[in-house]
C-alpha cells in the first residue's frame, strides 16, 4: 500500500514539473526581401518630359520586434509616353526622318530610368491584425536618373546610333528624396505577405550630357522631377527567432 501510495505521489510531481515546463520560439527581428510593381504620374519639370510610368523593383529591409523599419531598394522606371521632341531638327519637312536606306525610319521613343534608394521609418502595428501588421510610414535618399532611349529596329539612323545619341538623350541624374505611406502585412502563417501604398519622390537632377544636339547648346539647367507612384509589393519574410524556456 505504501508502495503504491509512494508512486501515485511521484508520477503526480513528475505530470506537474512536465506541464510547467514550457518552450516559447519569439521572432525579434524580421529579415523580408521582396518585389514590387507599380504605376505612377509625374510632375515638376518631369512632366514636361514623359508621362505616366511604370516601376518594378526589388529589395531588402529589416524589421524589428519595436516597429523599426529600414532597408534599400532598386526600381527600374519605364515608360512609352515621351513628350518632349528631341528629334524636332532631323525631321523632313513631310514629319520623318530619312534613314540609310533613303526611306522613312520607324522610330520610337520610351522613358527609361532607376532609383536606387535607403530608408528608414516605422511600423505603426495594428492589434487583431497580427503582431507584425499595420501602417509603414518610411522616408529615405537615393540617387534618380531618367533618359530617353530611342528604338530603330534597323539601326538606319546614323544620328542615333553611339556616341552621337548621347546628344539627345538627355540623361539626367542626381540626389533624390523620397517618402512612402501605406500598409503592411505579415499574417500569422506566413503564406500571405504584402505592402501597398504610395510612394513620392522627389529629385534634384541635371543634365549629366551637358551638351543637346538638337538645341546646339548646353544645358545646365537644375531640375525638380516629381514621382507619385501607386505601388503593391509581395514580402517574403525570414524570422529571426530565439528560443525562451521557462517553468
Not at 19 to 38: E, R, W
Not at 122 to 139: E, M, V, Y
Not at 204 to 212: A, K, P
Amino acid at each position: 500500500m505504501k508502495l503504491d501510495c509512494s508512486i501515485f505521489i511521484l508520477a503526480f510531481f513528475l505530470s506537474v514539473m512536465l506541464q510547467g515546463q514550457d518552450t516559447v520560439q519569439k521572432a525579434s527581428n524580421f529579415v523580408i526581401p521582396h518585389l514590387h510593381y507599380g504605376v505612377g504620374l509625374p510632375g515638376g519639370d518631369l512632366a514636361d518630359r514623359f508621362g505616366s510610368h511604370f516601376d518594378l523593383g526589388v529589395g531588402t529591409s529589416v524589421l524589428t520586434q519595436k516597429g523599426l523599419f529600414f532597408g534599400f531598394g532598386f526600381n527600374l522606371l519605364f515608360g512609352s509616353d515621351v513628350k518632349e521632341n528631341v528629334l524636332s531638327s532631323l525631321l523632313t519637312t513631310e514629319g520623318g526622318i530619312i534613314g540609310t536606306d533613303m526611306q522613312f525610319a520607324s522610330i520610337f521613343l520610351r522613358e527609361r530610368g532607376y532609383h536606387a534608394y535607403g530608408r528608414a521609418g516605422f511600423l505603426f502595428k495594428i492589434r487583431d491584425l497580427g503582431k507584425a501588421s499595420g501602417i509603414l510610414c518610411t522616408g529615405g535618399i537615393g540617387v534618380l536618373s531618367h533618359r530617353i532611349r530611342f528604338v530603330d529596329d534597323f539601326d538606319s539612323i546614323i544620328q542615333l546610333s553611339e556616341p552621337y545619341s548621347r546628344g539627345y538623350d538627355r540623361l539626367s541624374r542626381g540626389v533624390s528624396f523620397h517618402q512612402f505611406l501605406g500598409y503592411l502585412h505579415l499574417s500569422k502563417n506566413r503564406l500571405v505577405n504584402f505592402v501597398a501604398g504610395f510612394e513620392f519622390t522627389q529629385g534634384l537632377t541635371s543634365n549629366v550630357r551637358r551638351y543637346n544636339y538638337d538645341q546646339r547648346s548646353t544645358d545646365t539647367d537644375r531640375r525638380i522631377d516629381l514621382l507619385s507612384t501607386m505601388k503593391i509589393g509581395w514580402l517574403f519574410p525570414i524570422a529571426l527567432t530565439r528560443e525562451q524556456r521557462y517553468y
